[in-house]
């Protein structure tokens, strides 16, 4: 079954320190995946987009990391901001242009 | 980059009246269209595919003559939710994909039925 499971579900840190979220998911054939940022009540917001062959990317302080091989995934954001709370979801995304989405991470970000 | 917009923003209805959002991506041309509905600390929930000029396919358990989508053009498709009820009111959120394959997502409609 292709399930797309994020961890952890929510997460409170202070402003200015670093954070990892994680993407595990089983979806194949493989054939793309995203990181999103979800502001409450908008609509997501792309930050990277990994195929196969790539296993980093960076979107200034959001750095995504892909292991294809134990199909995971991670987002690494630096020295965050308060405008970093937000939902950021995981979207893998199948050959044949199905999306794959996770339930989410809910960040808050406190001064 | 490509932008995609949703009209209304936000909508309050009363329970048995209809409602449309439309969804249009305003600097490129849509070959498909994306219609989510996302619950409170839920994730995007797929609703429905539509292609321009053709039917829209639904996903299993959405009732598509609860809702009507119609995708009239290549920067255009409406999502219908007609005759609301209290337990429609959610957040919709449309996404554009264009001929290369990227996609892009509306800033979401919130929907309440009161």
């Known amino acids: 079954k292709n399930q797309v499971e994020q961890s952890p579900q929510s997460l409170i840190i202070l402003e200015g320190k670093n954070c990892t979220?994680?993407?595990?998911?089983?979806?194949?054939?493989?054939?793309n995946l995203r990181w999103y940022k979800q502001d409450t009540g908008r609509g997501p917001v792309s930050l990277t987009i990994m195929t196969f062959s790539e296993n980093t990317k960076s979107n200034g302080r959001y750095t995504a990391t892909l292991d294809a091989d134990t199909k995971q995934s991670s987002l690494h954001i630096t020295a965050s901001q308060l405008s970093d709370s937000a939902?950021?979801?995981?979207?893998?995304?199948?050959?044949?242009?199905?999306?794959?989405?996770?339930?989410?991470t809910s960040l808050t970000v406190i001064p | 980059g490509a932008v995609v917009s949703q009209h209304p923003s936000r909508v309050i209805c009363k329970s048995g009246t209809s409602v449309k959002i439309e969804c249009r991506s305003l600097d490129f041309q849509a070959t498909t269209m994306f219609w989510y509905r996302q619950?409170?600390?839920?994730?995007l929930m797929l609703m429905a595919t539509s292609n321009e000029g053709s039917k829209a396919?639904?996903?299993?358990?959405?009732?598509?003559?609860?809702?009507?989508?119609?995708?009239?053009?290549?920067?255009?498709?409406?999502l219908t939710v007609t005759s609301a009820?209290?337990?429609d009111s959610s957040f919709y959120i449309c996404s554009a994909r264009e001929f290369?394959?990227?996609?892009?997502?509306?800033?979401?409609?919130?929907?309440?039925?009161?």
Not at chain 2, 108 to 113: A, I, K, P
């Open chain 1, 21 to 31: 979220l994680q993407c595990n998911y089983t979806v194949s054939p493989f054939s």
């Open chain 1, 87 to 104: 939902s950021y979801i995981c979207v893998v995304s199948a050959t044949g242009n199905q999306f794959y989405f996770g339930t989410g």
């Open chain 2, 39 to 43: 619950f409170p600390k839920q994730s």
């Open chain 2, 85 to 87: 009820h209290p337990e």
């Open chain 2, 100 to 114: 290369s394959g990227k996609q892009f997502f509306g800033p979401g409609t919130r929907l309440t039925v009161l």
């Open chain 2, 57 to 78: 396919t639904y996903e299993q358990g959405v009732e598509k003559d609860k809702f009507l989508i119609n995708h009239a053009s290549l920067t255009l498709s409406t």
